[in-house]
């Protein structure tokens, strides 16, 4: 079970930190992702950390304004949004590969499961 949350309303250059919580040992293990989906576009990737590595993966929009991090103790994987845009406006998820996968993928297929949306709403 995943469940994302910490979306809302904030003005361009504002911040929002999402959250994921996680029940279960087995994602623990696993990679841990945000996607992101605009209205009327594809779902795409915003950033992925792997249970192995302390260092996270980055869309390209999302390098140098995003910072994501887990704590597995706490069984969270927090995404901290800074220097928010007009175009970072979008549902929020939060996604995991399954009990073991640590390689980080940009793929939405690649992640087995997935927690609701958290709507970010960013006013320029």
């Known amino acids: 079970q995943l469940q994302g949350s910490g979306g809302g309303y904030v003005q361009a250059g504002g911040s929002l930190t999402l959250s994921c919580a996680f029940s279960g040992r087995a994602f623990s293990t696993s990679t841990v992702g945000w996607f992101r989906q605009a209205a009327g576009k594809a779902r795409e990737f915003v950033a992925a950390?792997?249970?192995?590595?302390?260092?996270?993966v980055y869309a390209d929009s999302a390098k140098g304004r995003f910072t994501i991090s887990r704590d597995n103790a706490k069984n969270t994987v927090t995404l901290q949004m800074n220097s928010l845009k007009p175009e970072d406006t979008a549902d929020y998820y939060c996604?995991?590969?399954?009990?073991?996968?640590?390689?980080?993928?940009?793929?939405?297929?690649?992640?087995?499961?997935w927690g609701q949306g958290t709507l970010v709403t960013v006013s320029s």
């Open positions: 950390t792997s249970p192995i590595s302390s260092t996270g």
């Open positions: 996604a995991a590969r399954g009990s073991g996968i640590t390689v980080v993928s940009r793929s939405t297929s690649q992640y087995k499961y």
